[in-house]
């Protein structure tokens, strides 16, 4: 198991930035795939941001295509979530999530460990 804890979560108005940070510790953070999903009321989860274990082929949903960046630092054991030009629309609670082994996809039932959140809000 991985115990992810984010931070970096608050109240941004639109069109500002917010970067999100998720730290691991337990298993080795290198050898997994992580990810960020996001829940916002009423909805169901929903995947942000995926990058592999080496930091290449990140990738993300059409929704924040261009905003938003997922990165990491394996020395570090940190993974990130640079948030642009937030919407109304972002708002909801953002999770850090390591996936299974050999998943690496949008949905939530590929994740082992999932962090406690964090909330993002952006005011119009």
């Known amino acids: 198991q991985v115990q992810l804890v984010e931070s970096g979560g608050g109240l941004v108005q639109a069109g500002g930035s917010l970067r999100l940070s998720c730290a691991a510790s337990?298993?080795?953070?290198?050898?997994?795939?992580m990810g960020w999903f996001r829940q916002a009321p009423g909805k169901e989860r929903e995947f942000v941001a995926a990058?592999?274990?080496?930091?290449?082929?990140?990738y993300y949903p059409d929704s924040v295509k261009g905003r938003f960046i997922i990165s990491r630092d394996n020395a570090k054991n940190t993974v990130y979530l640079q948030m642009n030009s937030l919407k109304p629309e972002d708002t909801a609670v953002y999770y850090c999530?390591?996936?299974?082994?050999?998943?690496?996809?949008?949905?939530?039932?590929?994740?082992?460990?999932w962090g406690q959140g964090t909330q993002v809000t952006v005011s119009s």
């Open positions: 337990g298993r080795t953070f290198s050898n997994y795939d």
């Open positions: 999530a390591r996936y299974y082994r050999g998943n690496y996809g949008h949905g939530p039932n590929e994740v082992g460990d």
């Open positions: 990058i592999r274990w080496s930091g290449s082929n990140p």
